[in-house]
């Protein structure tokens, strides 16, 4: 007979969670690596970069700094992410306020704001939002 109290019971997956999850790690982790790269050229390449439409007046707004911003809430969106696909709820939180402020970080710097990130920030955080009586 199997004693049910030495069982370590585990949070089951819901395969909406697995899917999010997936889509994040994609976002997060590309966007983490692109300002990774960023924080890396700005340095060595800061003239021709100022010459990106957009990124022109990123530089000039604050530059490094920006970019170390941008990094830093990648990386803790992707660590939210991780986080959810071992069934935490701080992951949740983690993620929830590194993509709020992802949101707000451009407006700042003066870069127009244009609705689909929100629209899709909004999505991500309601769905994973759903699924957070699945987490522990």
Known sequence: MENA?????????PGLVTVLCILTFIGSGLGTLAYL?????A???GAMLADIPGLGSMIAGGG???FGVSFVLSFASLFG???????????FYI?????????????FLGVP???????FTALFIVLYGI???HMS
């Not at 992410?81 to 992951?91: L, R, S």
């Not at 993620?95 to 407006?107: E, G, R, S």
């Open 43 to 45: 340095g060595s390449l």
């Open 5 to 13: 109290t030495n069982e370590v019971v585990k949070a089951k997956r």
């Open 81 to 91: 992410a991780i986080k959810m696909w071992g069934m935490k709820k701080m992951g």
């Open 64 to 66: 490094m700094a920006i």
């Open 95 to 107: 993620y929830a306020v590194a993509q709020v402020l992802m949101l707000i970080l451009p407006l």
């Open 131 to 133: 699924n957070l009586k």
């Open 37 to 41: 790269l960023l924080l890396i050229a």
């Open 113 to 119: 704001f244009t609705i689909m990130p929100l629209v």
